[in-house]
């Protein structure tokens, strides 16, 4: 599955239509705090590195941009940007009713 289109449905909501029909609905704030760099994921261990209260409650995507065709790169407008985020790994995180149910 693939990302056919983004959209910011308000400041801090993300969506995204997928090549299947589905529509995502992700908290930007929720994403960042998914990110699963190096910086924000220790390697070894599987750690979170991150603390919740050190993302913005403000927090939003500056730039995205797609990473070969497996993936999506944020840049956030709190500086981070090293996070790869898989389309697998986007789409496990969809907020929408229907996925929950799953």
């Not at 990110?35 to 910086?39: D, I, L, R």
């Not at 994921?41 to 590195?49: G, M, Y």
């Given at each position: 599955?693939?990302?056919i289109?983004l959209?910011q449905?308000?400041?801090?909501?993300l969506?995204?239509?997928?090549?299947?029909g589905?529509?995502?609905?992700y908290q930007?704030r929720?994403l960042?705090?998914q990110?699963?760099?190096?910086?924000c994921?220790?390697?070894?261990?599987?750690?979170?590195?991150i603390?919740?209260?050190q993302i913005?409650l403000?927090?939003?995507p500056k730039?995205i941009?797609?990473?070969?065709?497996?993936a999506l790169?944020?840049a956030?407008?709190d500086?981070?940007?090293?996070?790869?985020?898989t389309f697998d790994h986007?789409?496990s995180?969809?907020e929408?009713?229907?996925?929950?149910?799953?």
């Open positions: 599955m693939h990302p289109e959209s449905k308000a400041a801090n909501t969506g995204i239509t997928w090549d299947d589905h529509q995502s609905s930007v929720g960042r705090l990110c699963k760099c190096a910086a994921v220790d390697e070894w261990t599987r750690k979170v590195l603390k919740e209260e913005p403000d927090i939003r730039k941009e797609p990473v070969g065709r497996y790169s944020i956030w407008s500086g981070h940007s090293s996070g790869i985020y986007l789409r995180l969809c929408c009713e229907a996925c929950r149910k799953t």
